[in-house]
């Protein structure tokens, strides 16, 4: 694997949990949210059900834009993901976001 290989990662999602917003240390906000997708898709001919839910977390003036999105607001999001700072599981590191 090289450092040119791409980790974009897009969804359409419902806002489904929003923590208080909090500052780092530098005095940066972040915000961490839990969000919810559910879509159709097709997998090998045949019609599949998905639904997940995504940690995510946002910095500086996107964090403070999320952390006034209503619960339940379904947005397109996009950004990267990355493992989570305890070493278990991902994490969505948004970077843009845009109500749908």
Do not use: W
Request: hydrophobic share 45%; charged share 15%.
């Amino acid at each position: 694997m090289t450092a040119s290989q791409a980790n974009h990662f897009q969804l359409t999602a419902m806002v489904l949990e929003v923590q208080n917003l909090r500052y780092t240390p530098a005095g940066i906000p972040v915000l961490n949210l839990l969000l919810e997708h559910e879509s159709s898709v097709t997998e090998m001919d045949a019609p599949r059900r998905v639904k997940l839910q995504v940690r995510a977390v946002a910095f500086g003036v996107l964090a403070e834009t999320l952390s006034r999105q209503a619960l339940t607001s379904v947005c397109r999001f996009a950004g990267f993901m990355a493992h989570a700072r305890n070493g278990k599981g991902l994490v969505f590191h948004i970077q843009d976001f845009s109500k749908t």
